[in-house]
């Protein structure tokens, strides 16, 4: 089984944006909020949107199940205020869960939560218990900077954070470290604010004790853990500088790196330098880039290419990096799937 632990609802139906223009000016003009009910999107109209799509991509890539959350952009978090955001990620994941349900051997839902700029993670609580336990979600992304690109809120280690990593660790679900839309002009938002965001996470974990605290969260880094692989001497450097020990030992009991990353050569770094044990296998399609690669006639976020061309990889660290790692991450996997009644092999 190939489980693809990143991949986001990028094919929304029109209805959709028009609800989230209509909530927008709403806000704008201080009125109330469209309500959820006048959005009106039939089964049909959403099995459209991902059988030409996201299913189609899975069937001609080979791969299986997609850990799907809604579109990371879309998220959005620096629009609007608090209400805003709890109303828009109700809808948002409920139609992950409706799409979920109606292709359950191809998704698996994660959530995006209810943040917003100077909101205290413990309102993303209720929202996350709701997807988790009466959705069937299996993890969540946690926005690090809700304000688009300005990082006004604490660091992922402040204790402001603290009431969201209870609940997650209480619930056995890990995050993917996801920035969502920059509203700075200086950091375009696939291009530079999401590896950015990715980058300055993990520093912030290197930096801080939160592991100690919460020794059984997990955290995914996307994108290839941004700018982190290359400069592993960087950061294996900077812990032993700060005394806090070898890097290993410090963060790869909490911390995974997922294989976004668009180019062979760069994959090959990744593994070699990241152990089998913290990569899962992602592509984020659809997402950032769309295009095929004209050296290679391939898209270049079909990431499974990537591995399967690794000569380096061994069989059993072939097999984590597709299916045992992400069924050890996500800890309530294996238990959907099996309730699903697929794919309920023993982790790797
Ligand atoms: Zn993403």
């Known amino acids: 089984m190939i489980i693809d632990c990143h991949g986001h609802f990028t094919t929304e139906p029109e209805a959709l944006h028009d609800f989230r223009r209509r909530q927008i000016a709403a806000h704008a003009e201080g009125r109330p909020g469209p309500d959820p009910e006048s959005l009106s999107i039939d089964d049909e109209t959403l099995r459209a949107c991902v059988?030409?799509?996201?299913i189609a991509a899975q069937r001609q890539r080979g791969t299986?199940?997609?850990?799907?959350?809604?579109?990371?952009?879309?998220?959005?978090?620096?629009?609007?205020?608090?209400?805003?955001?709890?109303?828009?990620?109700?809808?948002?994941?409920?139609?992950?869960?409706?799409?979920?349900?109606?292709?359950?051997?191809?998704?698996?839902?994660?959530?995006?939560?209810?943040?917003?700029?100077?909101?205290?993670p413990a309102a993303c609580v209720d929202e996350l218990v709701r997807c988790v336990e009466r959705l069937g979600f299996v993890g969540c992304n946690i926005n690090p900077d809700p304000t688009g690109g300005f990082w006004t809120t604490p660091?992922?280690?402040?204790?402001?954070?603290?009431?969201l990593w209870e609940a997650m660790a209480a619930l056995d679900v890990p995050g993917m470290i996801h920035v969502s839309a920059s509203c700075n002009a200086c950091f375009h938002t696939t291009g530079s604010h999401y590896i950015n965001g990715d980058t300055t996470?993990?520093?912030?974990?290197?930096?801080?004790?939160?592991?100690?605290?919460?020794?059984?969260?997990?955290?995914?880094?996307p994108h290839g853990g941004g700018a982190v692989p290359y400069h592993w001497g960087r950061y294996r450097g900077l812990a032993q500088d700060m005394g806090r020990g070898p890097l290993e030992d410090l963060l790869l009991n909490n911390v995974f790196f997922d294989t976004c990353v668009y180019h062979a050569l760069g994959i090959e770094l990744l593994t070699r330098v990241v152990p089998a044990d913290n990569i899962l296998f992602a592509s984020e399609m659809i997402g950032a880039v769309r295009g095929i690669d004209p050296r290679t006639g391939h898209h270049y976020d079909d990431t499974r290419r990537y591995i399967d061309g690794l000569a380096t990889l061994s069989a059993a660290d072939r097999h984590k990096i597709f299916e045992g790692n992400a069924r050890r991450v996500y800890g309530r996997l294996n238990d959907r799937l099996r309730v699903l009644g697929i794919g309920d092999g023993p982790p790797a």
């Open 155 to 163: 660091p992922l280690t402040d204790r402001w954070w603290y009431p």
């Open 201 to 221: 996470a993990f520093m912030q974990v290197l930096e801080g004790d939160l592991f100690r605290d919460f020794p059984t969260l997990k955290f995914v880094i």
């Open 64 to 120: 299986d199940l997609t850990l799907f959350s809604p579109r990371a952009a879309g998220m959005a978090h620096h629009v609007g205020d608090a209400a805003v955001s709890l109303a828009w990620t109700h809808v948002c994941n409920d139609l992950i869960h409706r799409i979920c349900t109606l292709f359950p051997k191809n998704f698996v839902g994660v959530c995006q939560l209810p943040q917003s700029p100077g909101v205290e």
């Open 51 to 54: 059988e030409g799509a996201q």
